[in-house]
């Protein structure tokens, strides 16, 4: 079983940034300057986040981390989720999308209107999870990162409440 918490315990913040330099050079041949990425990324949060604004969470099972996505301010309307990871161990029971769950619910209670996210063309679990929670493809650009040739890609999404239907 699967539990997600929020981060705050000793080694979450080094096993996020390990956990994403291991499995992206594994499953996609990135080198560390994407480790160093989610570093800064990771220290951004740790150093200077607003908890009433910001929030992380980790998931884990009996095991040990699986899992982890970050919920951060891009401007007082905007959230920016950040480096979503579910390890493979624990794939297949949607553990990427109720994390990213997470992420939209605390998003709308902090007051967010909207939530934007960035990612790469090879990342197709991700991408159908964030289409599946209501993002919408909003930009694509190649560019060449992480040792890689790549298309980046914005997806943006309303974090209005849902309007039932009649």
Known sequence: MVEIREIGQPGDLGWVVQAHGELYAREFGWDTTFEALVARIVA???ADHDPAREAAW???????R???VFCMR??????RLRILLVDP???GQRLGATLVDRCLGFARAAGYRRMVLWTNHPLAAARRIYLDAGFELVAEEPHHSYGVDLVGQTYAR???PAIPAS
Do not use: M, Q, Y
């Open 58 to 64: 980790i998931a884990e099972d009996e095991a040990g």
């Open 44 to 46: 951004d949060w740790a």
């Open 89 to 91: 161990r624990a794939r």
């Open 158 to 160: 309303d974090l209005s």
């Open 66 to 68: 699986v899992g982890c």
């Open 74 to 79: 891009e401007d007082d309307e905007t959230a």
